[in-house]
């Protein structure tokens, strides 16, 4: 696709609007009452060192079905009206960034993020892994960890967790906290203290 529209949404916005067509999205998360369970399950401590970090060592994209590999899977689950050709790449559709409350027309001004950053899974654990279980982690699509958005807002995040980073649509803020619980309660994540807090904060907005 080589137009490009951007158009800024004005209003409340939440996750998935309820307005036709109605937009997909990543697998509901648990309640905030239950992510406030999850939350306090989990272990805090100081974060890891970056040391030894790759994105190789989180192989992504993989195939998912025929020529479909799991970033085409995430462009048609969160598009609306999105056709493809017998690559997998869209040829059409729209999508919804709730990072910035922002429609894209263009399938390469999406990124495809992790919600828990593959470099941030790293510090908080994933390390330690094999490489099988980080590439189910780089890939899963059982739970909300992956999520389409605009470039420029996946970019502005980069790897940063809740305590430095928020997306900047705060009706969100909600469900973003729940899924970044989810997917660190899902993984056994450890998270620093400063990032509870920050999560805590965002929860308090549900």
């Known amino acids: 696709m080589r137009r490009f529209t951007a158009l800024l949404l004005t209003g409340t916005t939440i996750w998935a609007l309820t ?27 100081a974060e890891g060192s970056t040391t030894g ?14 020529t479909c590999d799991t970033r085409d899977e ?15 790449e869209p040829t059409a559709g729209r999508w919804y960034s709730s990072y910035d409350a922002t429609w894209v027309t263009d399938d390469s001004a999406i990124d495809i993020d ?9 510090k908080s654990g ?10 189910e982690f780089a890939n899963n699509l059982s739970i909300a960890q992956l999520i389409a958005v605009t470039a420029s807002s996946n970019r502005s995040k980069g790897d940063s967790d809740p305590s430095e980073w928020k997306p900047t649509n705060t009706s969100v803020h909600c469900i973003y906290a ?8 899902t993984y056994s ?3 620093q203290a ?13």
């Open 114 to 122: 992790h919600i828990v950053p593959l470099a941030e899974a790293w």
């Open 19 to 45: 307005s036709s067509p109605a937009l997909a999205a990543p697998p509901t998360p648990p309640s905030a009452s239950t992510s406030t369970t999850y939350l306090n399950s989990l272990t805090v401590k």
């Open 194 to 206: 400063a990032e509870k807090t920050a999560l805590q904060s965002m929860l308090a907005t549900c």
């Open 53 to 66: 970090y790759s994105r190789d060592k989180f192989p992504h994209w993989h195939t998912v079905s025929g």
């Open 178 to 185: 729940r899924n970044w619980i989810w997917v660190k309660h």
């Open 126 to 135: 994933a390390s330690g892994w094999t490489t099988a279980k980080r590439e």
């Open 74 to 88: 995430v462009l048609k689950r969160d598009g609306t009206g999105v056709t493809v050709d017998s690559a997998c």
């Open 189 to 191: 994540l450890s998270l």
